[in-house]
């Protein structure tokens, strides 16, 4: 069966840096987009980054973009979320996800997800 299994989160204060994994089984991990989102309290979950084209090319969200770096390591079937200088709205629960749609920015672009992992920045 396919999992993601989000792991490395926790919690940090502003301004420090914290690296989320998620591992990957029962997909051929290059033949997906990989992304990143992340779930406010009672909000939909938004989107933060993702890796295309085998990782070839990463694109992020505004809020995030030059702090959040996506990366892959194929051989264990691991995506990984690099944070650093973190501000306390970046608290959330962040998910893995996979798909296989262009429409990248969008959860219905993903079939399968993790059970997310929280992350809680602290002022």
């Known amino acids: 069966q396919v999992q993601l299994v989000e792991s490395g989160g926790g919690l940090v204060q502003a301004g420090g840096s914290l690296r989320l994994s998620c591992v990957v089984s029962?997909?051929?991990?290059?033949?997906?987009?990989m992304a990143w989102f992340r779930q406010f309290p009672g909000k939909e979950r938004e989107f933060v980054g993702t890796?295309?084209?085998?990782?070839?090319?990463?694109h992020y969200a505004d809020s995030v973009k030059a702090r959040f770096t996506i990366s892959r390591e194929d051989a264990k079937n691991t995506l990984y979320l690099q944070m650093t200088n973190l501000k306390s709205e970046d608290t959330a629960v962040y998910y893995c996800?996979?798909?296989?749609?262009?429409?990248?920015?969008?959860?219905?672009?993903?079939?399968?997800w993790g059970q997310g992992t929280q992350v809680i920045v602290s002022s």
């Open positions: 890796t295309i084209w085998g990782g070839g090319v990463t």
């Open positions: 996800a996979a798909g296989r749609s262009i429409e990248v920015e969008s959860q219905r672009a993903y079939e399968y």
């Open positions: 029962g997909l051929a991990f290059d033949d997906y987009t």
